[in-house]
């Protein structure tokens, strides 16, 4: 039933270490993003895949690389980890209509990391 | 550059009235869709409503609906009946890439 689904819900790790959250959609979307979510609780978009290929990059880390095996998955990698990745992280999809339009979003249900 | 602007950080409401939530954006193009997220404690993103540009009616869902004025670029959230179930952050979103505002604390007052 679930639409957006993200593994793991909670992650602590140590500075330096590497991690990965993954990511999957069950509604036949073409376009995957993720978000990063701060303390202030503000949403920044850092990747958009549409339909496997890169198509929004914000001014995010190396450190940081999404993969998207197929449609239905978008994972994130993260190297060296930072205590300023400390956040909240949150995957989403979304059909693109014509004209480029995004439809609604779905959220998954977000992955906390901690970096200690 | 698109910008969407949330100016109340926090807001509050007895349970069964009505509270207005503001919401301003900038943007240069004409077609686009906008959309109030929900944020609960349980953090999980739940879409509230969403309105086209092109449509002049204004979105309407059960006990919430929108004052959409594309000319003063104006998109507010009318949220009638209050419920304590209501109670959480609320985000103003702008399409494409999903622009979020700064958030609105609503609390719901017992």
């Known amino acids: 039933d679930t639409a957006v689904s993200q593994t793991p819900k909670y992650l602590v790790t140590q500075m330096g270490n590497d991690k990965s959250i993954k990511c999957e959609q069950n509604?036949?979307?073409?376009?995957m993003y993720w978000y990063k979510q701060d303390s202030k609780k503000f949403l920044k978009i850092m990747f958009s895949y549409n339909n496997k290929e890169l198509i929004i990059n914000e001014t995010v880390p190396n450190r940081f690389s999404p993969k998207s095996p197929d449609k239905a998955h978008l994972n994130l990698h993260i190297n060296s980890l930072e205590l300023g990745d400390s956040a909240v992280y949150f995957c989403?999809?979304?059909?693109?209509?014509?004209?480029?339009?995004?439809?609604?979003?779905?959220f998954g249900p977000g992955t906390r990391l901690t970096v200690l | 550059a698109q910008t969407v602007t949330q100016s109340q950080p926090e807001m509050s409401v007895q349970e069964a009235e009505t509270v207005t939530l503001s919401c301003t954006y900038d943007t240069s193009e004409s077609d686009y869709y906008l959309f109030w997220y929900k944020q609960p404690p349980s953090r999980q993103m739940i879409l509230v409503i969403r309105?086209?540009?092109?449509?002049?009616q204004n979105a309407t869902e059960n006990r919430f609906s929108v004052n959409f004025q594309k000319a003063a670029k104006s998109f507010s959230l009318k949220i009638s009946d209050s419920q304590l179930g209501d109670a959480a952050m609320y985000f103003c979103?702008?399409?494409?890439?999903?622009?979020f505002g700064q958030g609105t604390t609503l609390q719901v007052k017992p």
């Open positions: 989403a999809s979304s059909q693109v209509l014509a004209g480029g339009i995004t439809d609604t979003q779905y």
């Open positions: 309105q086209e540009a092109y449509k002049q």
């Open positions: 979103a702008y399409r494409s890439r999903l622009i």
């Open positions: 509604l036949g979307h073409d376009t």
